[in-house]
């Protein structure tokens, strides 16, 4: 080794450090790859994305392979830093050749390489996955021994490096958080349908149904006059028929049947019972999202919501529940009805009938959600009992004054968006 000039230690020393930066930053890099972006690109075709995601699917493996490299480098080079300390100041440079050493390695070959990995580690895990795939399979023996100890080892921790638990998944939680640090990725109108469709989970059809009291429908017992003002004054596409009481539901009518019928002159009773289609009923408490597909599946687009004794609580549209998601876009009549009126001081009158959820969704206002599903209903739970004209109250930190009363209920109510705290 005394044949060896100085030059050429140094400049082995020199490859090993940049071999050590090599391999502890191409290990940051492939590591904080984004799994999601990087299956994209690899069925997109790119064939360095392609080589990553067959390294990762065994990470113990690719860390194998890499700590292999890395250690195998680092101490090369400690030999080679010991040596040149001999030849240059003797036996009492070595302490300051092994502080210098490891000063170089900790700044060049670990923080900045590391920290240029995690920045852009698409740039140094692509180019890093044309040497380790070789790589892998020239040293595999050697990384196959070092991988039976270690997962030996985990294995007694009841961890499994070559199962599922190395996949890696995500969550609805996490998934709604990449949604919204999307920026500008996802335009902002997207942004918001897509987090309604993770929001379907947690609402139930009670939340959006047309309460009981609100249905219009046509009543088979009428006078045959006055029966076909109703069908030809629909203002829905589909309306609910009964005899004599909602509780006696016959089924839904659709206007176009109806109109291609009087046009054609031989709309009859008979013909128009022929006309009505069964109806669907939905139990309280379905989730949204299972009513979408329910809908899909029976091809159906309004449903009667019923209780565990089969009394009709109200009624669901698709178009109610796809609104969940894109917002209003109907001109349903319905629409035009106003459950909320601003006024000039800040403040809103609401009708006891709003959906509070709706509220919640439209105004941003911080009402809970989990009780009632009116905002007469978020009144009267807060008071247990039904309250006078001019009661006023707080509802979640908002101030609110009743203002009417009907038929046991409150009609209309004063709310102030302003939260009072303690």
Not at 11 to 29: D, K, N, P, Q, R
Not at 255 to 267: C, D, I
Not at 403 to 422: G, H, M, S, W
């Amino acid at each position: 080794m005394d044949d060896i000039p100085i030059g050429a230690l140094l400049a082995a020393l020199l490859l090993l450090i940049l071999l050590s930066a090599f391999f502890s930053g191409s290990e940051t890099a492939l590591m904080t790859l984004n799994r999601y972006r990087l299956r994209h690109l690899a069925e997109a075709g790119s064939r360095p994305a392609r080589l990553a995601e067959r390294l990762l699917q065994r990470p113990d493996r690719l860390i194998g392979l890499i700590l292999l490299g890395n250690n195998f480098v680092n101490i090369l080079a400690s030999s080679l830093a010991t040596l040149l300390a001999i030849r240059l100041g003797g036996q009492g440079a070595i302490p300051v050749a092994a502080g210098l050493l490891t000063l170089v390695i900790l700044i060049f070959s670990e923080v900045a390489p590391k920290t240029l990995a995690a920045l852009h580690p698409e740039r140094l895990a692509f180019p890093a996955t044309w040497i380790f795939v070789p790589l892998l399979k020239l040293t595999y023996p050697l990384v196959a021994l070092v991988n039976f100890f270690a997962n030996g080892i985990l294995r007694l921790l009841h961890l499994y490096p070559e199962g599922e638990e190395t996949r890696q998944k995500i969550t609805k939680e996490e998934l709604r958080t990449i949604v919204n640090e999307a920026g500008a990725l996802i335009p902002r109108r997207h942004q918001k349908m897509l987090v309604a469709i993770l929001d379907l989970e947690n609402g139930r059809v009670e939340d959006i149904m047309i309460p009981r009291q609100e249905i219009d429908g046509i009543d088979l017992e009428e006078p045959w006059d006055e029966l076909l003002k109703d069908l030809r004054d629909m203002p829905y596409t589909q309306a609910l028929v009964y005899r004599r009481s909602i509780d006696k539901v016959v089924g839904f009518i659709h206007a176009r049947r109806v109109m291609q019928a009087l046009m054609e002159g031989g709309l009859t009773r008979e013909k128009l019972e022929s006309l009505i289609r069964e109806p669907y009923y939905i139990p309280e408490g379905t989730p949204l999202h299972t009513q979408l597909l329910n809908f899909q599946k029976a091809r159906r687009r309004v449903g009667l919501v019923v209780d565990e004794y089969g009394d009709v609580l109200g009624m669901v549209t698709m178009s109610d529940l796809l609104e969940q998601i894109v917002g209003e876009f109907t001109s349903d009549p319905s629409d035009r009805i106003a459950d909320v009126i601003p006024q000039d001081d800040g403040s809103y009158l609401i009708s006891g009938s709003a959906n509070v959820r709706k509220l919640v969704k439209k105004f941003g206002w911080k009402l809970h959600t989990d009780g009632p599903r009116t905002f007469n209903g978020l009144i009267l739970e807060q008071l247990e009992s039904i309250p006078e004209p001019g009661t006023s109250l707080l509802i979640d930190g908002y101030p609110v004054e009743v203002l009417q009363i009907q038929d046991n209920a409150v009609k209309t109510a004063r709310f102030e968006p302003r939260r009072v705290t303690d």
